[in-house]
């Protein structure tokens, strides 16, 4: 069984830079795709970064150029560099793992997730 845990998350000015951190374990598939979403107060689940074991990444048009989704496949940890941030950047930050359709699009929804971790708190300031 997939276990997530995210740390990482924290409180920073716009403009400033926050590096996600999810450890993965009982993850046995050579092949995988793993993401993060965000969940904010009154706004809709938002699929930010997906990267899959051959290397290739999606991220959210909101999020492009600023944010870098990355993993270390020896200690099996998923990262996200967030860089310039916004306040409406902030929320909830979760990571997951995808068993169908790998896209941003794809972690707005349980039903194609394999697992999601519990979730690390942003918030950016103005």
């Known amino acids: 069984q997939v276990q997530l845990v995210e740390s990482g998350g924290g409180s920073v000015q716009a403009g400033g830079s926050l590096r996600l951190s999810c450890a993965a374990s009982?993850?046995?598939?050579?092949?995988?795709?793993m993401g993060w979403f965000r969940q904010a107060p009154e706004k809709e689940r938002e699929g930010v970064a997906t990267?899959?074991?051959?290397?290739?990444?999606e991220y959210a048009d909101s999020v492009k150029g600023r944010f870098t989704v990355s993993i270390d496949n020896t200690k099996k940890v998923l990262y996200l560099q967030m860089d310039s941030l916004k306040p409406e950047d902030s929320g909830m930050y979760y990571c997951?793992?995808?068993?169908?359709?790998?896209?941003?699009?794809?972690?707005?929804?349980?039903?194609?997730?394999?697992?999601r971790g519990q979730g690390t708190l942003v918030t950016v300031s103005s």
């Open positions: 997951a793992a995808v068993f169908r359709f790998c896209t941003v699009v794809a972690l707005n929804y349980d039903d194609y997730l394999d697992a």
């Open positions: 990267i899959e074991s051959d290397g290739s990444t």
């Open positions: 009982g993850y046995t598939h050579s092949s995988y795709c």
